[in-house]
């Protein structure tokens, strides 16, 4: 467009000594058709006045992100299992099957005392530490030891290959004590569709061991949430079909209050998770 412009130009820049100011004015006249009409391709190729958005590598916006929500950052906990929660935002979590990558899904890495791997060419597998492969927005770790530790969490593709640019959130903690000075047992039991308490209460940051038991011939689970609305999860237990039991282990909030705890698959069975 550019150079059509320029030849129209040059054919009219001719010297002529009679024409001079109507060639004047037939060079300016193209040179603001020349800027019109390129406007009109830029504002066509971009939708009017809309900018360019860039986007990640792999298709990812830039609005991709994973948080851990508990434990906090420089938070103090008590030894024994120690639960990760975390939030993210614009991935969904699928299971890792073989399939290919797909922009946009993928699966989680939580690391314990684990450098962040980076080779966007291999699995994301720290070469020290622990690692844990899951598509669960909470993960326990048990047995943690008194002293200080670090906890991390990265986005990974369905080959279990970083996000790239790197998607990952990692808090350093504090653990103190041992798992016996604030450890609580809770028992629940699922029957006819119901649990067989609308209570639990448990003491501010303990090292919760639960032991469910489900006596109905239906899958059940044991979740809790900040409340019934269920913006942020504190703990998912692993649905089970019974008649079986399965023990959980996770850490309670340290902030007291009531929050809340349901069946995931039968949400009408529910109540009241009490911190204190």
Not at 115 to 122: D, F, H, K
Request: proline share 8%; charged share 10%.
């Amino acid at each position: 467009m550019v150079h059509t412009c320029e030849k129209y130009i040059t054919l009219v820049s001719i010297p002529c000594p009679r024409m001079t100011g109507l060639a004047r004015l037939l060079i300016v006249t193209l040179m603001i058709g020349c800027v019109a009409l390129f406007s009109g391709a830029v504002a066509q190729e971009y939708g009017g006045d809309q900018t360019p958005v860039p986007t990640m590598a792999g298709g990812e916006t830039n609005e991709t992100n994973v948080t851990i929500t508990s434990p906090e950052v420089n938070a103090s906990i008590p030894a024994g299992n120690v639960t990760v929660s975390v939030n993210v935002t614009n991935f969904t979590l699928v299971e890792p099957t073989g399939q290919p990558n797909v922009p946009g899904e993928g699966h989680l890495h939580y690391y314990l005392d684990a450098p962040i791997p980076t080779n966007a060419s291999e699995p994301a597998i720290p070469p020290t530490g622990g690692y844990v492969i899951s598509t669960n927005l909470t993960h326990t770790w048990e047995n943690v030891t008194a002293g200080e530790h670090n906890f991390s969490v990265q986005l990974v593709n369905n080959d279990h290959t970083p996000l790239i640019p790197l998607v990952f959130a990692t808090v350093n903690v504090t653990v103190d004590g041992n798992a016996t000075e604030n450890a609580t047992t809770v028992n629940i039991t699922a029957q006819d569709i119901a649990f067989d308490t609308e209570t639990i209460t448990v003491p501010a940051g303990a090292n919760v061991t639960m032991v469910f038991n489900n006596m109905d011939s239906v899958p059940h689970n044991v979740a809790i949430y900040d409340s019934s609305l269920r913006s942020e999860e504190i703990f998912v237990g692993d649905i089970i079909t019974g008649p079986a039991e399965i023990t959980y282990n996770f850490t309670a909030p340290s902030e007291p209050g009531t929050y809340y705890f349901q069946c995931d698959v039968h949400p009408s069975m529910n109540g009241d998770f009490i911190v204190e």
